[in-house]
């Protein structure tokens, strides 16, 4: 019998003691938590998810991911924090919405990249894959280590703009779609689980804002209207819950032109019906640097959001 590992949401913590925390859930939970590993990063990392089904007869499906981008830790945080609540919230509003729905929340993206933030450089974004030699001293928009995960999906890669080819850039794209394995364990996972999901939450820092597909054009998606109008909601929840405002938009409108999202594959390929990035606090005050003591509140906001995505699904459905 393991110890059971308890979590905390006031200070960051690394990606051992998150997965600690899983199993002792598991453990904890055993009728409705399962852990499972979506796959292996560059240096061999789990990449550990968990999954949460509170009734017996949910059939809707919702990733929540966080970590894709390293120095985000924030993402993190929220992520851990929700599947906490999902399982102990006394608010019946969150535990109903926890209920309609089977959770798949995978926090740790990038879990080299998140440790090589925490143990050597703070401001990295990519993840920890070896590039082609290329001599990056001298060059300030990035270190010559990692892909951007976030620029390695295959819908529109490389193909508008708002991602580099150069191994230096911190937009590296990779040298083809999905060549990082983080990339590719997301697609395994989400493949095996794509038939019925309804929702993908991708939570990165920092703006503010609420985006949806595409990043690549402007152009409306087909379900813009629906996709717009329920972020909007989403946006007023957050707003009532802690009067911090995010803007709602596509990404290409809302933040600027980029290609090979997780967010744009997932809708790209397989249509899911709503699908958000959630760019978390702030606006630039600390940035990616957000204290330890913002991140319960921020969670908190970005949790008061989620009951009106579910009951947007149900409407949706019905
Ligand atoms: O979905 O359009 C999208 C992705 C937008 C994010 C991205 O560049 O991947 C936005 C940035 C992020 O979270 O990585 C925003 C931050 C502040 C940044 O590094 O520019
Ligand atoms: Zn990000």
Redesign the pocket.
């Known amino acids: 019998n393991t110890r059971s590992v308890e979590l905390n949401w006031t200070s960051y913590h690394n990606y051992d003691v998150i997965y600690s925390w899983f199993d002792s859930l598991a453990e904890l939970y055993p009728e409705n938590v399962t852990t499972f590993v979506a796959g292996y990063s560059y240096l061999g990392a789990e990449i550990k998810g968990i999954r949460i089904q509170l009734r017996e007869n949910a059939t809707r499906v919702a990733v929540i991911d966080g970590g ?2 390293a ?2 830790w924030i ?1 993190i945080a929220t992520a851990t924090y929700i599947a906490n609540q999902f399982l102990t919230t006394t608010n019946s509003t969150i535990r109903a919405a926890a209920e309609e729905v089977i959770w798949y929340i995978l926090p740790v993206l990038n879990p080299d990249g998140y440790n090589y933030t925490i143990y050597v450089d703070r401001m990295h ?1 990519k993840n920890m894959q070896v590039n082609e030699s290329v001599d990056c001293s001298g060059y300030s928009g990035g270190s010559g280590i990692g892909v ?1 995960l ?2 390695n999906f295959a819908f529109y890669w490389m193909a508008n703009g ?1 991602a580099s080819s150069y191994p230096c850039s ?2 590296y794209a990779g040298p083809y779609p999905f060549s990082a394995p983080e990339s590719q364990a997301f697609r395994s996972f989400i493949g095996g689980i794509s038939e019925n999901l309804d929702l993908y939450l ?1 939570l ?4 503010q ?1 609420i ?5 690549h054009t402007t152009q409306p998606l087909d379900n813009y209207y629906e996709q717009y109008t329920i972020g909007r909601m989403a946006a007023d929840a957050i707003e009532s819950n802690s009067g911090r405002k995010y803007i709602v938009g596509n ?2 409108e ?3 032109i ?1 290609t090979g ?4 594959w997932v809708k790209g390929t397989f249509g899911t019906r709503l699908v958000y ?1 959630y ?1 978390v606090r702030d606006t630039g005050t600390y ?2 640097l957000l204290p330890p003591d913002q991140i319960i509140d921020t969670a908190e906001e970005v949790l008061a959001s989620i009951p009106v995505l579910v009951q947007q699904l149900i409407r949706l459905d019905t």
């Open positions: 894709i981008h120095r985000e993402s974004r951007d976030n620029r708002g911190v937009q991708t990165h820092s920092y703006s804002l985006l949806f597909p595409y990043g990404s290409a809302a933040i600027y980029s999202g997780s967010d744009d990035t760019e940035g990616f």
